[in-house]
């Protein structure tokens, strides 16, 4: 079975977590990793408490707040698994040499946004290794 959520269903899980977490409710450890990284992100909360329905087109020139801290969510999700293989340790490399975890996370990102969409430009699957490669001349 897939599963998948469109873009409303994801916004809304973002919101509820959120609103969850600021409420000192119960959540589950996906939520508690929602709620951390909407946490590290305070130019973001706004976005995820208002519209859902807001456009953040390239077009629009909008940074999109959700495709943010959804690279954020699989950066750390590829840390803690160390899949692909190698990337814990590049993580710990570059957050070590620049003193601040979030930044590293934030270099990383760019990365990856650069691997996934040049994978989706070919068609093809992420390449793992130019991916790491990048990671490392960070």
């Avoid at 305070?42 to 999109?64: C, I, R």
């Amino acid at each position: 079975m897939i599963f998948r959520q469109d873009r409303g269903e994801l916004r809304q899980m973002y919101a509820s977590a959120w609103q969850t977490y600021r409420d000192k409710g119960a959540l589950s450890p996906l939520e508690m990793q929602i709620a951390q990284v909407i946490e590290d992100h305070p130019e973001y909360h706004e976005a995820v408490m208002g519209d859902l329905e807001q456009d953040f087109s390239v077009e629009g020139g909008k940074t999109n707040p959700f495709l943010h801290m959804g690279l954020h969510l699989g950066v750390r999700e590829q840390v803690a698994t160390n899949r692909p293989s190698g990337i814990s340790s590049a993580f710990q490399s570059l957050a070590a040499r620049i003193g601040d975890p979030h930044i590293a996370e934030h270099r990383m990102i760019d990365c990856l946004a650069e691997t996934l969409w040049e994978a989706q430009r070919q068609n093809q699957p992420p390449d793992e290794e130019i991916y790491l490669e990048r990671l490392r001349q960070l």
